[in-house]
């Protein structure tokens, strides 16, 4: 994907702090709206973390502190411009964690105000959400299933900065549960990937495992119940062999899909009551659209419904600044500047009006 800048292409440095990846990327996007990916540099700290079970804001954002600037110097060099040649500089402003958020987001302003260029302070899940744009070129409006170790939410993206929230999680985020039963079975995190791994050689028969809120007329999605019934399972086969481990892994995974697929398709039907003839694409971004047996299933929903599917490269599905970058391309081109004083959001919802869901709290 990466390729020359042309001559009327606005260049975007963008910069990604929320969680524990730090990560900084240049794109171009030229006036008909068609992008280029100049440039992606991620830099995981999952070793930081690792002794912990699980990321600790304090040392993710000390993380961040330590390695951004060398991250953007790489970003902007592995792009083939100067920083001077940059034309707006976009950071992740929430939701996520605020210490990280804070480095990401001060060290943008620091850039914009010394070269004297705009700021976009950029919602992380407006990023995902756009993220097809910059790798499929495709436009709103489209249904989106976010994903990720944070959210869990099916969205109508009618355009960039306008989205209906249709269904949220009433507990737990799928990555989440992913990376709790990893950790219950005593796999490597983020679990996403080592259980996805481990399913791949399991029986999903073997363990009888609950389909989460299947059936149920709202579109939402529950996950803690499943975790626990895995933990139970889990208990009862102690001390668990390979064998067991990669069962129950598969037996999870196929408990997920059916739940998902489930939702996705009261979401569909619920889009198509807003959209009409204008549904044609479902889309899917965050961490865990990394999942290929995830993106099989909801590949052959969206065959089902007449739906183009959509998903990013793998690469592009967990936290990275490249989406970041573009959608700071994208509201700049609408004129969607921000600030100096502009906030880091430990939370900031991407539909504001969307009803309040009983149980939902912080992931909503
Ligand atoms: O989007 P992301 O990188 O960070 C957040 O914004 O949260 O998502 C991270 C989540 C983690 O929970 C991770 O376990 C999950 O995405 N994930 C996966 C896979 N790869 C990453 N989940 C299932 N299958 C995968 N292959
Ligand atoms: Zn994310």
């Not at 068609?34 to 995981?44: G, N, P, Q, T």
């Not at 792009?79 to 976009?90: K, M, R, T, Y």
């Not at 001060?106 to 990023?127: M, Q, T």
């Amino acid at each position: 994907m990466q390729t020359e800048p042309k001559n009327n292409d606005t260049l975007v440095l963008g910069i990604e702090t929320s969680c524990d990846e730090t990560a900084a990327a240049v794109v171009a996007r030229d006036p008909d709206g068609e992008a280029r990916l100049l440039s992606s540099v991620v830099r995981a700290q999952w070793e930081h973390h690792k002794d912990f079970g699980g990321v600790v804001p304090e040392i993710a954002a000390r993380a961040h502190a330590e390695c951004l600037d060398e991250i953007i110097r790489m970003a902007v060099k592995e792009a083939g411009v100067s920083l001077a040649e940059v034309d707006a500089i976009a950071a992740a402003a929430g939701p996520g964690l605020i210490g990280g958020l804070i480095v990401g987001l001060v060290s943008a302003k620091a850039i914009a105000l010394a070269l004297n260029k705009p700021l976009i302070a950029v919602n992380h899940l407006e990023a995902h959400a756009l993220t097809v744009g910059l790798t499929d070129g495709l436009r709103p409006p489209y249904l989106l299933l976010l994903v990720s170790g944070g959210h869990t939410q099916i969205l109508l993206v009618r355009d960039v900065a306008d989205y209906t929230r249709i269904a949220t999680t009433i507990d737990d985020a799928l990555g989440e549960a992913f990376d709790k039963t990893a950790k219950l079975l005593g796999l490597p995190q983020p679990g996403g990937p080592s259980v996805e791994e481990f399913a791949a050689t399991g029986d999903a028969s073997r363990f009888q495992l609950p389909r989460p809120m299947k059936g149920r007329a709202e579109p939402h999605f529950s996950f803690a119940g499943l975790k626990t019934a895995v933990r139970h399972r889990a208990r009862e086969a102690a001390p668990l062999s390979d064998k067991d481990v990669a069962d129950l892994c598969a037996g999870f995974q196929q408990a997920v899909m059916e739940s998902v697929l489930d939702r996705c398709q009261h979401a569909i039907a619920l889009a198509r009551e807003e959209l009409g003839d204008d549904l044609h694409h479902f889309v899917a971004a965050g961490g865990v659209a990394a999942n290929h047996v995830l993106r099989g299933g909801l590949t052959s929903l969206a065959e089902h419904n007449g739906l183009t599917f959509h998903a990013p490269p793998i690469a592009l599905c967990g936290d990275n600044a490249a989406m970041i970058a573009w959608a700071g391309a994208e509201r700049h081109s609408r004129g969607l500047i921000d600030d100096l004083d502009a906030p880091a959001r430990p939370r900031w919802p991407l539909d504001a009006q969307a009803p309040k869901v009983r149980g939902a709290g912080v992931k909503a």
